[in-house]
């Protein structure tokens, strides 16, 4: 393609809008372009790269015995009444009223859609396993878009479904749409890692994993074992338990606040009959408390008040670790759970926030299995201005209710092979894949006959990837100084020719015949043929970010050409059999 004729308009500077390096070298390369908060439009360049990043995931869904379907962005609102998500979605919706007043959703994802259309078309064991997916756009009312193509409220999405008749079948399933996916990410030139993850509003108990391409402007945390294989999402990640004590399951009998789980005394370091009251005037955190008694944080027993329904209850943890509101949560069995303000702090506890202890506290007490490993320590005392020191869990407190309730912190031990360290790092989800069960089936009565003529639901599961997203993941881990270099699996054009004057008739003249021979070998160039000067070609080719350019210039007389690679950072003087020679090389080498 001839730069001459490609609308493409680059920018000098980086946009106010960007908050992200690779969001700014998208605009600034001319890739996209923002029409409100959250939505963008893609021009040549940016959908050129969507579609090889489409067409590597058609050819792994084909090799995966996926078929493509369509499906409706248009959703009834009653779909999702029935599947148990329209509140639970809440205000991340996008709604809209035809004119007879009938709601509808614009899909952010498609669960009931594609369940409502398999109860139509399956009813036999004979037609299952079935595995269908879709690239289509999506939407969601996120509060805040931010990062560019991360966050947005229009998006494009691969999403995937199986039918199977069993949870064997699912399984099969699964494993296969899983290393699907890991030759989709590795084939696109992706850093990055599969977690176990939590399967939030999507739903199901199965398991599921996210995959994360490693960035430090990740809006996820994933904990890494540097000793075995276990990688998780923060939200997800498990710590070590209490030592020869219970797991802290809730066990079946309720929301778990009376469920008893350990009642033993724990070791202590002194022998001293009950805790220390002392002063501490206005010292109501961990940092001031640290600072004003020399203290470290690990010392320190924090207590936070949670609101659970219309109860209260108690977590406590580590003054350097942090609750995992999603485990208490699951332990717990509620979804209705939030960190309860001052004056609901003041109340459940009798005194303001900063002073909660957990002795003499009348609240259920969920303890994390580090404070129960604890010999003493630091707490609230109960009282404004006081703290008590010398706190002992099981002989101050009860250990009724120890569990896992806290974010895995640097330096963890690895909760499954125990002998690695837990190190943290941030990254950007780009896919998810759920096992469902009968999640949805169940709920929208999606059954099938089986081999006896029982009606049985199908067993499902449900596999994601955010085409948009991947896009930008791309660009944020190639993002330089000069622009985004591109991995050869993605780059919008192979190879760029840039003529550094079009006034002489050697230049041009060799262009065209190089242009020509790469064209018809089948690779996909573009000719940098504007009059503009060298310095503009140039800033505009680091821009475009093709792995191979080729420049031709004073030595055309000579057939000869500067040749460069992006990726190993060779620059050469060369022929111009060479340089043909050198690019279809590199080409077919980096082909996955």
């Not at 332990?331 to 609901?344: H, P, R």
Request: hydrophobic share 35%; proline share 4%.
């Amino acid at each position: 393609m001839r730069q001459s004729q490609i609308l493409l308009n680059t920018l000098r500077e980086r946009p106010s809008e960007a908050d992200t390096e690779g969001h700014g070298l998208l605009l600034r390369g001319g890739y996209i372009r923002q029409l409100a908060a959250g939505i963008y439009s893609y021009l040549p360049l940016g959908r050129r790269v969507l579609r090889k990043i489409e067409g590597i995931v058609r050819e792994e869904m084909e090799r995966a015995g996926v078929q493509e379907v369509m499906m409706p962005s248009m959703q009834p609102a009653e779909l999702w009444m029935e599947s148990g998500r329209y509140g639970s979605y809440g205000k991340n919706l996008m709604t809209v009223n035809d004119r007879h007043g009938r709601e509808f959703i614009l899909g952010p994802t498609h669960e009931e859609a594609v369940t409502s259309l398999m109860k139509n078309e399956v009813s036999s064991y004979r037609k299952l396993p079935v595995k269908v997916y879709q690239i289509g756009t999506k939407f969601r009312d996120e509060k805040r878009p931010r990062f560019g193509l991360l966050r947005g409220r229009e998006f494009i999405m691969k999403d995937a479904y199986s039918f199977d008749i069993s949870e064997e079948g699912l399984d099969l399933s699964y494993q296969t749409m899983f290393g699907a996916y890991n030759r989709i990410f590795a084939r696109c030139g992706l850093r990055f890692k599969a977690v176990e993850a939590d399967a939030g509003t999507i739903g199901g108990d199965g398991g599921s994993h996210e995959f994360i391409a490693l960035s430090a402007i990740g809006e996820d945390t994933v904990a890494v074992c540097g000793h075995c294989d276990y990688a998780a999402n923060l939200e997800q990640a498990e710590t070590a338990a209490w030592k020869g004590e219970s797991n802290g399951s809730g066990g079946d009998e309720g929301n778990g606040l009376n469920t008893p789980q350990v009642d033993r005394d724990q070791p202590v370091a002194v022998d001293t009959p009950f805790p220390e009251k002392f002063h501490t005037p206005d010292i109501r955190t961990i940092d001031q408390l640290t600072a004003a008694y020399s203290l470290k944080p690990e010392q320190i027993i924090k207590t936070l008040i949670y609101r659970v329904g219309g109860d209260s209850v108690a977590v406590l943890v580590r003054g350097d670790h942090e609750v995992n509101e999603l485990k208490v949560g699951k332990y717990l069995g509620a979804e209705d759970i939030s960190l309860a303000d001052g004056s609901e702090v003041e109340t459940a506890a009798g005194v303001i926030s900063g002073y909660v202890g957990p002795v003499g506290l009348e609240l259920p007490l969920l303890v994390d299995y580090a404070v129960a490993e604890m010999m003493d320590g630091i707490a609230g005392a109960g009282e404004r201005d006081y703290h008590f020191r010398g706190v002992r869990p099981g002989r101050d407190f009860p250990l009724t209710r120890v569990g896992d309730f806290r974010n895995a912190a640097e330096g963890d031990s690895c909760p499954r092979c125990r002998e690695g360290r837990l190190t943290l790092h941030r990254g950007i989800e780009i896919g998810h894949v759920f096992k469902l069960g009968t999640r949805y089936s169940g709920k929208l009565g999606v059954v099938f006959l089986d081999a006896s003529g029982r009606e049985r639901n199908m067993i499902m599961g449900c596999y994601g990837i955010g085409i948009s997203r991947l896009l930008a993941a791309v660009a944020e881990q190639n993002a330089g100084e000069g622009g985004i270099a591109w991995p050869d699996a993605l780059a919008p054009f192979k190879v760029q020719i840039i003529i550094v004057s079009i006034k002489d008739e050697a230049q041009i003249a060799l262009a065209e015949k190089l242009y020509g021979t790469l064209k018809e070998l089948g690779l996909e160039v573009l000719l940098d043929d504007r009059d503009e000067r060298p310095g503009v070609k140039f800033n505009d080719s680091g821009l475009i970010g093709t792995p191979q350019v080729v420049v031709v210039g004073r030595e055309a007389a000579l057939e000869r050409v500067e040749y460069e690679n992006r990726h190993s950072g060779v620059k050469e003087t060369l022929g111009l059999d060479e340089a043909v020679l050198r690019i279809t090389e590199h080409v077919k080498n980096s082909r996955i």
